[in-house]
C-alpha cells in the first residue's frame, strides 16, 4: 500500500467500486491513533489493525465483523530485538485470513534477509499446525511475500542476478507452504500477470513488474474461489500504490 495516509481517497474509492468484503492492507506506515478511520467508516468498514511506527503496518478494512483477532504469528522472529508490525490474523464469517507483510530482506548478506527466511519458516510451521489441528479450515495467507516464486514473475530474470526476491532459498521457502497444504488460488485462474512496479525509472509505462502478492489458501478456502483478479488499473492515475489489490471471490 504504502502509506493508507498518503492513499486512503485512492482505497475507498477501490473498496467502493470493488464492493470488497474484506481487504487485506500491508505497509500502512502508521499507529492506531494515526489511521484514517472516518473515510472508512463512513464508507461501511471497521477496521482491525497493527502498527508501531512509520515502518510495515499491516490491516484488514471489513464490512464483516473480525473475531479471533490476533496480533503477530506464534514464535514469530524480532529483527533486531523488535517484533516488527507484519502480520495480523483474523476470522471472517469462519474464514481464517491472515494480512501479511513479508520482510523484503534487502541484499543476499545482509541480517535481513536470514530474518526473512526465519521469518516465512516460521510462519509455515504455524499454519502447518493451525492446519493439522483443523485440517477443514478455511484460512489464507494473504499479502506481500517479496519473492517472485517462478521466473516468469520478473520481467527480466537476467536483472535480478546476484539479488532478493528470486534466490533458490526464498523460493525454498516459498515452496514450503505448498508442501503444508496451501496453494496459490489465484494463479490456476489468472497465469501470468505482475502486481508490483516501482515507481522509480518508468516501471510501470514499461511494463516492468514482479509478482510478489498472493493469496495463499487451504484446501477448505481453494474449494470456495470462484473468481480472481489482479486490479492492475489501480497502479495508474494519480498518487497511486506502487502494489495493486489481488482479488479473490468465494462462493
Known amino acids: ?16 467500486s470493488s464492493g470488497t468484503d474484506v481487504l487485506a492492507m ?14 472508512f467508516e463512513d464508507a461501511g468498514y471497521q477496521i482491525t489493525l497493527h502498527g508501531l511506527n512509520q515502518w510495515n503496518g499491516v490491516a484488514f478494512a471489513s ?11 506464534t514464535g514469530m522472529p524480532e529483527f533486531k530485538e ?3 508490525a507484519r502480520a495480523i490474523g483474523a476470522t471472517f464469517n469462519g474464514v481464517r485470513l491472515w494480512s501479511l507483510y513479508v520482510p523484503n530482506g534487502r541484499s543476499l548478506d545482509d541480517p535481513h534477509f536470514s ?14 499446525e493451525t492446519l493439522e489441528n483443523e485440517p477443514d479450515l478455511p484460512l489464507a495467507l494473504m499479502g506481500d511475500f517479496n519473492i517472485a516464486p ?3 514473475d520478473v520481467w527480466d530474470i537476467n536483472f535480478f542476478a546476484g539479488s532478493t526476491h528470486v534466490t533458490p532459498q526464498e ?5 514450503a507452504f505448498g508442501q503444508i497444504g496451501l496453494t496459490d488460488v ?7 500477470g505482475y502486481t508490483y512496479w516501482d515507481y522509480q525509472q518508468l516501471r510501470f509505462p514499461r511494463n516492468e513488474g514482479m509478482r510478489i502478492d498472493f493469496v495463499l489458501g487451504s484446501e477448505a478456502l481453494a474449494e470456495k474461489v470462484s473468481g480472481a483478479s489482479i486490479e492492475r488499473d489501480e497502479r495508474k492515475g494519480e498518487g497511486p500504490s506502487d502494489h495493486v489489490p489481488v482479488v479473490v471471490e468465494l462462493n
Do not use: H
Open 1 to 16: 500500500m504504502n502509506s493508507v495516509r498518503t492513499r486512503v481517497g485512492r482505497v475507498i474509492s477501490f473498496l467502493e
Open 26 to 39: 500491508q505497509e500502512i506506515k502508521c499507529k492506531p491513533d494515526q489511521f484514517p478511520y472516518k473515510p
Open 63 to 73: 464490512k464483516i465483523e473480525a473475531q479471533d483477532v490476533e496480533i503477530g504469528f
Open 82 to 84: 523488535v517484533q516488527e
Open 115 to 128: 530474518y526473512k527466511l526465519e521469518w516465512l519458516e516460521r510462519l509455515a510451521a504455524i499454519t502447518s
Open 150 to 152: 517462478l521466473d516468469s
Open 171 to 175: 523460493r525454498q521457502a516459498f515452496e
Open 186 to 192: 489465484v494463479r490456476p485462474l489468472i497465469p501470468e
